[in-house]
């Protein structure tokens, strides 16, 4: 056995369950990701949505258009994934990386699980996709304010709500 393995947890300490549960869940992410065709739309297009924030506001949070993106990733379209998120080809890779980690746990495959999470702790994977999507969301709503101007904001419900408070 490496020293790798010997620092880092022991076998006990990764949840078999929890990776079993991992491994199915994205494996359906995936495949959904392959079969699920959404209506195409803009990434500021108007379109049914069920994120709280852009329905109050008429503005996208940091993971609108992941589903989008995924979906076009799911066919080959880097393109158009970046269009509707432009994190979102990051997410799927990192959401790949859980899933071969979440396989190697149940592989009992402990150094290499090891090794991941020695080079996820080293460059603070979550703490970074964290920081990056609340950059991003920022940068996006000020573009779309700035630039993009769409009606979905100056009707929005909270929108409405200024207007009345002070209007």
Known sequence: MSSLAQTELPVERYSRKLAALT????????????????????PFDDYFTICGFK???????????LTHSF????????????????LGPLL???????WVRAAL????????????DKST?????VRNFVIAFGVFGLARII???????????????LMRLIARLFG
């Not at 702790?121 to 994977?125: A, D, Q």
């Open 121 to 125: 702790w080293r460059f603070k994977l």
């Open 92 to 98: 799927f890779l990192a959401l790949a990386l859980i």
């Open 143 to 157: 573009y779309i304010i700035l630039v993009v101007r769409p009606a979905s904001v100056s009707q929005s419900p």
């Open 23 to 42: 491994v199915a869940g994205l494996s359906l992410v995936f495949l959904a990701s392959i079969v699920f065709r959404p209506r195409a739309v803009g």
């Open 71 to 86: 979906c076009a990733l799911g066919k080959g379209d880097l393109l158009s994934a970046v269009a509707f998120n432009a």
């Open 105 to 116: 746990v149940l592989a009992n495959n402990t150094e290499a699980v090891a090794a991941i």
């Open 55 to 65: 329905n109050l506001t008429g503005l996208p949070c940091p993971g609108c258009g």
